[in-house]
């Protein structure tokens, strides 16, 4: 029900803008969403999240100052604009909305989890 695109290799210092279009049935406006990147070898990490439950959006301290979270409630889309991308960004990136409404904070979301949609992956690779 979301499918995420956008992904590709980018060199260092680059940008790319990634997004997350649901299918009908599922109002990404009425629910918190995020986006999330797993390196190889690594765990799951929570790089944005917002959530209306304190209107307040979350960044993980890698990507703060470089990412943007964005939705387009017309579009019934969330975009992860990143810029100045680093090798460390290299990942497959997941987008992730809850419509169970939990009704966790964006910082939980990505701390804790709780989002029980998830989209397919898109690879970021950063290199030169």
């Known amino acids: 029900q979301l499918q995420a695109s956008g992904g590709g290799l980018v060199q260092p210092g680059g940008s790319l803008t990634l997004s997350c279009a649901a299918a009908?049935?599922?109002?990404?406006?009425?629910?918190?969403v995020g986006w999330f990147r797993q390196a190889p070898g690594k765990e799951r990490e929570g790089v944005s999240c917002?959530?209306?439950?304190?209107?307040?959006?979350y960044y993980a301290d890698s990507v703060k100052g470089r990412f943007t979270i964005s939705r387009d409630n017309v579009k019934n889309t969330v975009y992860l604009v990143m810029n100045n991308l680093a090798p460390e960004d290299t990942a497959v990136y997941y987008c992730?909305?809850?419509?169970?409404?939990?009704?966790?904070?964006?910082?939980?979301?990505?701390?804790?989890?709780?989002?029980?949609?998830w989209g397919n992956g898109t690879l970021v690779t950063v290199s030169s």
């Open positions: 917002f959530s209306s439950v304190d209107g307040k959006t």
């Open positions: 009908s049935g599922v109002t990404l406006e009425y629910y918190a």
């Open positions: 992730a909305t809850d419509t169970e409404i939990s009704y966790y904070t964006g910082s939980f979301y990505c701390i804790h989890g709780g989002m029980n949609h």
